[in-house]
């Protein structure tokens, strides 16, 4: 009799999926391990599929790939299931977004890195539109390219990332804009090139960044757009958000740039710009 209660309990626990074996769910091989920006999605990726009924477990592609290769591979449902990237009408017609920004909007907030000896050519003095007349440095398949030159920049772009930091050393570009939560990290690593961060000018343009799934997968996607809003309603995501990049902002002091604002004509109309939960705003 207790040999039969043993078998009818362990049926019941399979039906009921407590032995069902976890649903793998693959991204981008992360290149560097120590990087907050790559270990922040993570890090809210598997806790917001923690919430889901389905059991899932994150596992790294074999190898790091472009953003422009992944989003090919996903497209074709191929070595990946889901990715982080910025938004733009193109990608949101290729992939199926979960529009809730992950990085809380702040991939539009840019300050640039420049040349240790250039930092009259950014002085607080000059104007906006003298800022503006500057040469830029960003990645060939960045949509933050086609953003700066769609505001007239000049922008050249470079094939790979560290070809950014080497035309700023030699000074053929002026600055690189980077994302306010990716700069502090980056000025400490290429300190010994002579490059530091700007002090004066912030840009901004209405920018969102989110996790894309392939277009039929609207069952991943269900679970990861109803688990963030779970976190949003816990405090679970802001706190995740803050523990990773309150210092990175601080540092900044983003609050005393003068600030160039900048037009998305990229920017999908679905954007939900109105929902004040998802955004991030500088303080006055």
């Known amino acids: 009799m207790a040999k039969m209660s043993g078998l009818i309990l362990f049926g019941l626990l399979i039906a009921t999926g407590f032995y069902a074996k976890a649903e793998s769910v693959r991204y981008p091989a992360i290149a560097n391990q120590q990087d907050p920006r790559s270990v922040y999605p993570l890090a809210l990726l598997e806790q917001a599929l923690s919430y889901a009924d389905t059991r899932y477990q994150l596992q790294s592609s074999d190898e790091p790939m472009s953003k422009s290769r992944a989003m090919v591979f996903l497209r074709e449902g191929q ?32 300050v640039s890195l420049i040349h240790q000896d250039n930092h009259d050519a950014f002085a607080a003095r000059h104007a906006a539109v003298t800022i ?36 700023l050393q030699r000074r053929r570009v002026d600055a690189v804009p980077r994302n306010v939560l990716e700069i502090t990290d980056e000025a400490v690593i290429l300190a010994p090139q002579s490059i530091v961060i700007e002090q004066n000018w912030l840009i901004h343009y209405p920018a969102a960044s989110y996790f894309f799934v392939r277009s039929d997968n609207e069952k991943l996607a269900g679970d990861i757009r109803q688990g963030l809003e779970k976190m949003l309603a816990d405090g679970a995501f802001e706190q995740l958000f803050q523990h990773f990049f309150a210092g990175q902002l601080a540092e900044l002091k983003l ?10 004509p990229l920017l999908p109309a679905q954007t939900p710009l109105q929902d004040h939960r998802l955004w991030y705003h500088p303080p006055k």
Do not use: C
Not at 140 to 147: A, Q, R, S
Not at 255 to 261: A, D, H, S, V
């Open 79 to 110: 070595e990946i299931e889901v990715l982080w990237t910025m938004t733009s009408i193109e990608r949101e017609l290729e992939l199926l977004p979960i529009r809730i920004p992950i990085f809380r909007g702040l991939s539009g907030y840019r």
């Open 255 to 264: 609050q005393q740039r003068q600030l160039i604002e900048l037009e998305n």
């Open 132 to 167: 503006r007349r500057l040469l830029y440095a960003q990645g060939h398949d960045w949509v933050d390219t086609k953003i700066l030159r769609l505001n007239g920049f000049k922008v050249m772009d470079a094939a790979r990332y560290e070809n950014l930091f080497s035309m």
